[in-house]
């Protein structure tokens, strides 16, 4: 039943680094478009970084530089390495996947990064 599963999240200290993964199951990420979003206590929902075709990426600008989205096929997972984390990075993280054709969107259940000292 459930298709989207994160793992990875946990507490680091600010300037530390954590690499959440999404783990696929009945569906293949080589055909969607895949997302992390995140979602702060009392904000809305906002996108991280997007692969797509499992090449081309997007990042916010809050994010460049520090985060990396990648796609594995073989394994069905699509990574998010997060360096020089900031507590304003705290926050649920969601991963999403959208149908290259059909553009029906999947939600994973999120996993929780808290970054403090």
């Known amino acids: 039943q459930v298709q989207l599963v994160e793992s990875g999240g946990g507490l680091v200290q600010p300037g530390g680094s954590l690499r959440l993964s999404c783990a696929a199951s009945?569906?293949?990420?080589?055909?969607?478009?895949m997302g992390w979003y995140r979602q702060a206590p009392g904000n809305q929902r906002e996108l991280v970084a997007i692969?797509?075709?499992?090449?081309?990426?997007n990042y916010a600008d809050s994010v460049k530089g520090r985060f990396t989205i990648s796609r594995d096929a073989a394994k069905n997972t699509v990574d998010l390495q997060m360096n020089s984390l900031k507590p304003e990075d705290t926050a649920v993280y969601y991963c999403n996947a959208q149908h290259h054709i059909t553009r029906a969107n999947l939600w994973g259940q999120g996993t929780q990064v808290t970054v403090s000292s």
């Open positions: 692969i797509i075709d499992g090449r081309t990426t």
């Open positions: 009945r569906i293949m990420v080589s055909f969607y478009n």
